[in-house]
């Protein structure tokens, strides 16, 4: 956490505008069980990062939930070749990409999990998802890269994601989260929270990635999914206000 502050300056600016948590934890390592817990309330007891063939996981993530309920899901994933790429490549991480491993869900994740270059459009046409994930490759989210590189490419996403008019109107809440930390601090992970109703908040309340996966389905007006539904609440801790519509 200390590192992204001070290696990721645009970054962190933005959670002192906007919203940052200071007890924000990851719940484990590696990569891949937090990742799971975010998009499906738990780790399902996995602990390692092997790919969808190893972890074929049955029920529902946030996303399908979303869209067994009327709602609209997208994750966009940078550097992955084609719609719900279920194997590494090059920079691209599975691992990294949670809806891969929903069994039950892959028709709808070869529908509306798709490469990154996607975003724009739905960006500036404002048809950004009701649960949506934006997933960095593995440079530009400072695993391979610098803390640099990742801040520059959050300025160009999370910017670009603030240029179109579903966050001008409220609708669009954006986290900012990590993983897993680096060993060093206890797995506390620099955690922020963007949205026009949310100034300058800092949020003391232990959160955790059972957190965000509450989130998704506050948001969507649903039921927290397994062990999400104990968890923290984000909407109160940071006083979000989503407008509806």
Known sequence: MTEMRSGMPWTYRLGQHYGYATDFQALTHPSLPNYLAIAGGSTLGVTDDEDPSAHQLSGSSVFGQALAHGHTARVYADAMPGPCTLT??????VRHNPWTYFVDERAACQANDVPLDSLAGDVSSGHLPDAGMVV???????????LATADAWM?????LAMSGPDFRAGRLAIVVTADEDDRSQDNVVLTILVHPTVQGVVASTPLSHLSLSRLYS?????SPLREAATASSMTSAFGLRLARG
């Open 88 to 93: 590494n490549a090059e920079k691209y991480a």
């Open 136 to 146: 960095p490759d593995v440079c530009h989210d400072a695993h391979n890269c610098s």
């Open 155 to 159: 300025q160009q996403e999370v910017g």
């Open 218 to 222: 506050e948001v969507l007006g649903l």
